[in-house]
């Protein structure tokens, strides 16, 4: 599916995660582009994503495992075309993209289903099936890699480490420590690059499906965390969701969906101090994190602090322009506030997104009354 292409009919299916994006954020995205997003794999999925945490199911082949039940026909997208594709992501730079897949290949040493992972998964970002310079440069980097024996989920974590630190597999040099993890090669020396490359997470989770009756542990990986924190949390087990996310915070520093969720199992508990502690880590990962702003405006409107409310809606609706609920939320406090001209502006910014809901009745009165207000103050001053 190219960048452009719409998600409108397409039942969507997201192996992993996305870094930055609650699971309800995307269910809504999707939603408006008249796609739905399926909670567990069928027969009804048409698209199947794949967030750059799923690395760990990229075989040594470079096929990838898909979770059972998905249909095998279904196409594959990576997490960076699903972006586009919600309009979060800014289409790829205009280079010159003169080589084709056969080239890659033949450059590179590579096989088409190894190319094809390393599509999958961003390392490399063909446009219409052409490739530029850079993606060469990527790809024969992964090769030397997998020549030295390491492990394409390996090579995967690293491109991602690489790219939440604003560069890439094409600009860095990777090579082995003498106990395997890999590290950036700096001028003959070794140094870390991500804290979530060389901290492997080894939690085990019991297995009582042996036969002799006796427990085995499996590896447990964030994504599993995730799902299964996610999933005490809609049970309304908190103190199950609240171990869980520490646990997955703890292994991942970098990302900020953790510890939103995190707040919401404080704020479901009554925890509010401890809530907005953790929404506050969620934004300084992330400051376009509107949802965790938003969270935090409401809880600085409990503690009547309304200028950090106002500057916190703000914030959200600035990360997130079309937060419809942040508008109608930012328009009451400042219309409270008597603030009416700054009211107005968030009032007919609602409109524009929500014309037709039911709060658009409230939206046209307030405007009224801002109108009146703002008249009369005129009239007064003269």
Partial sequence: MPPTTPLSGQTLFLVGRIQGLP??????????RDGKL?????????????????????LDDGRVALPPGLPAAAPLVSENVLRRALGLLAPPAEVDRSMGRGEIERLSGLSANLVSCLVLFDVLEPVDERFAYRDLVAAREAARLLKRDVAIGDVLEAA?????????????????????EL???????????????????????LDFGRPDGG??????????????????????????????YTTAMRADTADPVLPFNLGNVFQAEGRAAEAKVA??????RDPAFAEAWYNLALAAEDEQQSDLAVAEYRRAVKAQPDYADAH????????????????LAAW???????????????????????????????????
């Fill in 23 to 32: 699971r309800r954020r995307l269910d809504t995205l999707v939603r408006l």
């Fill in 38 to 58: 399926a909670t567990r794999p069928g027969r009804t999925v048409t698209l199947i994503a794949f967030g750059h945490s799923a690395g760990d199911r990229a």
């Fill in 160 to 180: 991602t480490a690489l790219r939440r630190r604003g560069t890439n597999l094409a600009e860095a040099r990777l090579t082995e420590s003498p106990s395997g």
């Fill in 183 to 205: 590290l950036r090669d700096v001028a003959g020396q070794l140094a870390e690059f991500s804290g979530q490359l060389t901290m492997r997470l080894e939690f085990g989770r």
């Fill in 215 to 244: 427990q085995t542990q499996k590896p447990r990986s964030i994504d599993d965390l995730l799902i299964e924190a996610e999933e005490a949390e809609q049970a309304g087990d908190h103190t199950t969701a609240e171990s869980l």
């Fill in 279 to 284: 929404w506050q880590i969620a934004v300084a």
């Fill in 328 to 343: 109608f939320n930012l328009a009451l406090l400042l219309t409270r506030l008597e603030r009416c001209d700054e009211a």
């Fill in 348 to 382: 007919q910014r609602f409109l524009e997104l929500q014309p037709s809901s039911s709060q658009a009745g409230i939206a046209q009165k307030a405007i009224a009354l801002c109108r009146m207000k703002i008249q009369q103050e005129r009239v007064q001053t003269g």
